[in-house]
Each structure stands twice: as C-alpha cells, then as structure tokens.
C-alpha cells in the first residue's frame, strides 16, 4: 500500500511503518535537523529511506489532496508537547496542537486506514473530553468545524451524529491500541 507519514521527525515510525510493508510516498517534518538525518540515510541508500520523498514544512499549509486516490495509509505522531505530562498541559489551546491537520490528512486524502500514535498524557482526565473529540472526527471526518464554532460545539455536534448513527459521509471505526 502506498502511504504517508506525518510529524516524522527522524523517521521512527516511518521505517516501523515501511518495515511493516507500507510504501511511503513522502514523509512529511519541519525539523532541518530531522529532516537532514532522513536524507543523509536516503542518500546512504538506506532501505525504504532512499525511496521516500522528504518535505520539509509545515504540515498545517500542506495540501493533502495530490495522495488522494494513490495513499491508502496515513500515519504519523502529531506533537506530543501539548499533551504530555511534563509542559503547560495546554492541549487544545496549545498552537502545536495538531490533531485538526491529522484528521485534515485523512478527509483530504480518505486512506482505507490511518494510525497516530501519542502519548500516555493525552488519556488523563483533563484530556477526556478533548480525547474523545479526536476519536470522533476521526471517525466522521467530514464532520467539519465551523469557521468561528468552538470546538466544544463541534464536539457536541459529532456527539449528535455519533449517537444518532445517522450521520452521511466518510466513516472510520477507530480503536485505541494503549502500550503498557
Ligand atoms: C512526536 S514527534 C514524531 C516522532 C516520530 N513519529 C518518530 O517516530 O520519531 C513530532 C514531530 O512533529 C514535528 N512537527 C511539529 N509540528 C510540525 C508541523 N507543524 N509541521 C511539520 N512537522 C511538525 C516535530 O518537529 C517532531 O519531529
């Protein structure tokens, strides 16, 4: 399957993910840093690395609609920061909160799967609420926020259509694998 890997730092996941057979199609970091250590391995002709194509830039001004029709895997590890249980704990208010362009990857691009992995942080009980929000637009992706709605409406919208089971459009069954 073709794929493509956001927040992919040095590329962790992104070789997990091609080692587990998925072909990525970019790889997708703002880090120079991070992104000069993928292409000195892909310059080295390192395995899978030295096929990927490595876009250095912000993920939130990335068009996502050129996979449409090729990727059929999305995965990544959206910044932990906001999360985590060192830090502010500001998640959602936190401007590097970038779930909203996960789920943003996944309407645009409508894989047959996608994976994000996270931190432990995110499941604490001040998460909840916003937790279940990120499972619930995953699920209805194409539930969109509304330019001036606040997320705790759009989250009692996609409540509505979680539990009325009615909503139209894009669906995912999404499940949480937890690392002990
Ligand atoms: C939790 S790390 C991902 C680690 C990666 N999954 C791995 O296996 O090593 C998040 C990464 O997202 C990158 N990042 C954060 N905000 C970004 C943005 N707006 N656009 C692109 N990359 C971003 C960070 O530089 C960092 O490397």
């Not at 876009?55 to 999305?74: L, M, P, T, W």
């Not at 894989?111 to 929000?133: C, D, I, M, W």
């Not at 699920?139 to 330019?147: A, D, F, K, M, N």
Request: proline share 4%; glycine share 8%.
């Amino acid at each position: 399957m073709k794929s493509i890997e956001l927040f992919a730092g040095a590329g962790g996941l992104a070789i997990a993910t091609a080692n587990a057979g998925f072909d990525h199609e970019a790889v997708l970091e703002w880090n120079e840093n991070a992104c000069a250590t993928i292409r000195r391995n892909k310059a080295a002709g390192m395995p899978h690395v030295r096929d990927w194509e490595v876009v250095e830039g912000d993920v939130s001004d990335y068009n996502f609609k050129r996979h449409a029709g090729s990727v059929e895997f999305v995965s990544g590890g959206p910044p932990c920061q906001p999360f985590s249980i060192g830090g502010k704990h500001r998640g959602v208010d936190d401007a590097r909160n970038m779930f909203p362009h996960a789920v943003r990857a996944v309407r645009e691009i409508q894989p047959k799967a996608f994976l994000f992995e996270n931190v432990k942080g995110l499941l604490r009980k001040s998460f909840a609420n916003y937790y279940t929000h990120i499972i619930h637009q995953l699920e209805y992706p194409e539930i969109v926020r509304r330019g001036d709605e606040e997320w705790t409406n759009h989250h009692a919208r996609l409540e509505k259509a979680v539990t009325s089971g009615k909503a139209k459009g894009l669906r995912y069954n999404v499940s949480l694998l937890a690392a002990s």
